[in-house]
């Protein structure tokens, strides 16, 4: 239970801190491009989901978890941790809504697993960028 509760410290606080910011210069951006130029929505939602990222990926790993490994390995796991809590999250936001609120129309499931699945991607990927992506060996 200690072990547990230590997850809920200063670390956790700057990582939602990075996560608002990385939500508003991503979405931010992804608004702008949509309205101001004629990349149309697929580029105007790809660039800035990967420039969020990168920047993601740098404030995590020197702001939230003071990680100091060099190399490409860090990259890779913080990738690679993405990639799988997407998949968990929505794997399992997705059937939970639709079997939970069969009696709906799709946009209410649809938006609804959403919501789920965003909540439970903030959960797993604080765990997997904590415990693996960032991991100091100490």
Excluded: H
Excluded at 33 to 38: A, E, G, K, P, R
Excluded at 72 to 93: H, Q, S
Excluded at 97 to 125: I, T
């Amino acid at each position: 239970m200690k072990k547990l509760l230590a997850l809920f410290d200063a670390k956790l606080l700057k990582f939602l801190l990075v996560g608002v910011l990385n939500t508003l210069v991503g979405d931010g951006l992804s608004f702008l491009l949509i309205n101001l130029t004629s990349w149309g929505m697929w580029w105007s939602t790809a660039v800035p989901t990967v420039l969020a990222s990168v920047m993601s990926y740098f404030l995590n790993k020197y702001f939230t978890f003071k990680n100091t490994e060099t190399g490409w390995r860090p990259a890779v796991r913080f990738a690679l941790n993405i990639a799988v809590c997407y998949g968990f999250a929505y794997g399992i936001a997705i059937p939970l809504m639709q079997a939970a609120l069969s009696g709906y129309g799709a946009e209410v499931r649809d938006n609804l697993a959403k919501l789920v699945g965003m909540c439970l991607f903030v959960g797993f990927n604080y765990l997997g960028q904590r415990l693996f992506a960032f991991r100091n060996k100490e």
